[in-house]
C-alpha cells in the first residue's frame, strides 16, 4: 500500500504587524507599545500622514524606532508600520526590494540586490531583433533568392554563424509538437531563436529548453511551414 504524500504547507514570513499607528504613542504609552515589540526583528516604515517617508530593517525594532524620534527624521513622521519577520535570512533583501519599488524621499540609500541579474540588455536584444522584423513588414523586406541561400550556408561553416542564419526569414515562426502541445518559437535574421522569452543559439537549444531535461536533435524537433502551409522539419532546409 503506498503513502500518501503529505503536502507541505510553506510557512509564513511575516509572524506580526502593526499598521499606520500614531508616533504619539511613544509618548501615551510608550512602555506598552516598547514592551510588545522588545526584541522583535523586521521591516518597518514612517509615514507623514498618508505618504511614505522612510522604509527600514532592524534586529530590534523597539530601539530603532525610538531612536528616529531623536535623530534626523525627528518631526518629520507622523505614523509608522512595521512588519515582524520570523527570520533574518533574507531581512536585508526585503528592505532593499521594498526601497527599489517605493523609494521613499527619507531614505538616502537605495540599496543592491547582489544576486540578481539585471534583466535590460536580454530585453535590448528582444527589442531590437522585434524592431527589425516589424520594419521590414513594413518596408516589404525582400526574401532572400536560393542562391543567396546557398552562398550564406557556406558562410555558416567558414565564419562561425549561428546554424539558422539566412535559412529562414526574420520572424518567421517555427513550431514543435511534444506530449500533445504544441510550442512556438521564432526566428530572427540574425539566426537567433526566441522562445519562452528567451535567446537561443541554436534549434536543439531551443528544443531542449521545451523538453526541460535529455538531449534532442533540434533540426527534426522544429518544424516550419512551407509556401504550402505544410509543417516540414527544419532540417530540410540544410539540403540542397
Known amino acids: ?4 504524500k ?9 509572524a506580526g504587524h502593526l499598521e499606520k499607528i500614531s508616533s504619539r504613542i511613544f509618548d501615551q504609552n510608550r512602555s506598552l507599545i516598547t514592551e510588545m515589540i522588545k526584541g522583535r526583528y523586521g521591516v518597518y516604515a514612517l509615514y507623514r500622514r498618508e505618504k511614505l517617508y522612510y522604509v527600514g530593517l532592524a534586529t530590534n525594532l523597539r530601539s530603532r524606532i525610538n531612536q528616529h524620534l531623536k535623530d ?21 533583501e526585503i528592505e532593499t526590494l521594498l526601497l527599489r519599488i517605493a523609494d521613499p524621499t ?3 540609500m537605495k540599496g543592491k540586490l ?28 525582400k526574401k532572400a533568392a536560393p542562391k543567396e541561400v ?4 557556406k558562410k555558416i561553416k567558414s565564419e562561425g554563424d549561428l546554424p539558422l542564419k539566412g535559412l529562414l526569414r526574420n520572424g518567421q515562426g517555427i513550431y514543435a509538437n511534444y506530449k500533445g502541445k504544441v510550442y512556438h518559437a521564432v526566428v530572427y535574421s540574425s539566426g537567433l531563436i526566441r522562445f519562452g522569452g528567451k535567446l537561443y543559439q541554436t534549434p536543439s537549444a531551443a528544443g531542449m529548453a521545451v523538453i526541460d531535461k535529455g538531449a534532442v536533435n533540434g533540426w527534426a524537433f522544429w518544424k516550419y511551414k512551407d509556401k504550402g502551409g505544410k509543417l516540414r522539419p527544419i532540417g530540410d532546409l540544410r539540403k540542397g
Open 1 to 4: 500500500m503506498r503513502k500518501k
Open 106 to 108: 527619507g531614505n538616502y
Open 72 to 92: 534626523r527624521h525627528k518631526g518629520k513622521w507622523t505614523h509608522f508600520s512595521l512588519y515582524i519577520l520570523r527570520k533574518t535570512d533574507h531581512l536585508r
Open 6 to 14: 503529505v503536502k507541505r504547507v510553506a510557512r509564513a514570513i511575516v
Open 150 to 153: 546557398k552562398k550564406k550556408k
Open 114 to 141: 547582489k544576486s540578481s541579474k539585471d534583466l535590460r540588455p536580454e530585453l535590448k536584444v528582444l527589442l531590437t531583433e522585434d524592431f527589425k522584423g516589424l520594419i521590414e513588414d513594413i518596408l516589404g523586406g
